[in-house]
């Protein structure tokens, strides 16, 4: 299968085009320009033709991201049999991305050509609320200083092949955007951390992590509440989570989030690589 590495964002584009253009409407491919234009400037980012289907894949530490585009879900499993012929047993990961209609059929394909579910995500979102006075005592922008505790503690506490972790690169850009908020304890250490993006009009959670032993004790809630005072002026409050993820979604209900019909159905391929 034709492999074409990617060495600039516009390459990108001309093929994302080219594929809708061509009818592939089946697609878990979402263009993310600052994440993916990273991706083609480490030549982490190729295009793989299946005849009938088009591939990306993102190769990352111990495994890769894999996004696909057919015309319907029948040449989609046609085309993943020649995939996955064509990989051995390296370790892909896709993620399914729809109503329950739309998605359990490709998930179907992806389960019928060997790949397994390892996780499901579910989205919630909230119309923001009028803003209302809170406290968050302790939390503040983190610096830059902070980069390698958040990278650690992402590394550590969530799960690479589930969570698209974000790059040192991207976590230094969010720290200049001051879009993560950092809390300290009493001495300075970090207790946790709450990282989002904002949108014109909308505001996209990406990670909110409370260290282990200061869990339960409101630090949680002062990260949370400084993010929704910087997000006062959105319509709409959204992020994914895992769907068996009690502890943060009775949280989440309690700010007002309702489950979405779109869920992320999270499928492996091969076998784990240990990573470096
Ligand atoms: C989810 C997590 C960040 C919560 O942190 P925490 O410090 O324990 O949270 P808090 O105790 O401050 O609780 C946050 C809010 O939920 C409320 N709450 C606490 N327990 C609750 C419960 N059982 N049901 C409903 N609401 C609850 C709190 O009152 C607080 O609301 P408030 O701001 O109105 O006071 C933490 O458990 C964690 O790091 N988990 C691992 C990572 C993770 O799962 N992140 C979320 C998915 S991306």
């Known amino acids: 299968m034709p492999k074409t590495t990617f060495t600039d964002w516009p390459q990108v584009v001309k093929f994302v085009s080219q594929a809708r253009n061509s009818g592939h409407l089946l697609t878990n491919f979402y263009a993310d320009e600052g994440r993916m234009k990273e991706w083609c400037a480490d030549g982490s980012f190729s295009a793989v033709s299946a005849g009938n289907a088009e591939f990306l894949v993102h190769d990352r530490q111990g ?16 085309a993943l049999n020649r995939f996955v012929i064509e990989i051995g047993t390296r370790r892909t990961i896709a993620d399914v991305i729809g109503p329950d ?7 179907g394909k992806f389960t019928q050509t060997g790949f397994s579910q390892i996780s499901e995500l579910v989205r919630m979102s909230r119309k923001t609320p009028d803003a209302k006075p809170c406290v ?19 590394h550590t506490h969530f799960e690479p092949e589930v969570d698209q972790l974000p790059s040192k690169v991207e976590l230094a850009q969010w720290i200049a955007h001051k879009a993560i908020w950092i809390c300290r304890n009493d001495g300075g250490a970090p207790a946790g951390f709450i990282i989002y993006e904002l949108l014109p009009a909308s505001l996209y959670l990406r990670y ?3 260290e282990p032993a200061m869990r339960g004790k409101g630090v949680g809630s002062r990260l949370m509440n400084a993010m929704f005072a910087a997000a006062a ?25 309702a489950f979405e019909r779109i869920k992320d159905t999270i499928l492996a391929y091969g076998n784990p690589e240990k990573e470096q």
């Open 63 to 78: 495994f890769m991201n894999l996004f696909y585009f057919a015309n319907d879900v029948e040449t989609l499993g046609c």
């Open 101 to 107: 209609p739309l998605r359990l059929p490709v998930v």
């Open 136 to 154: 968050f005592a302790g939390v503040s922008s983190a610096q830059t200083c902070d980069l390698p505790y958040i990278h650690k503690a992402l």
């Open 208 to 210: 909110w992590f409370v």
């Open 233 to 257: 002026h959105t319509r709409r409050q959204y992020f994914w989570v895992k769907s068996d993820n009690a502890t943060a979604i009775d949280r989440y209900v309690h700010y007002g989030f």
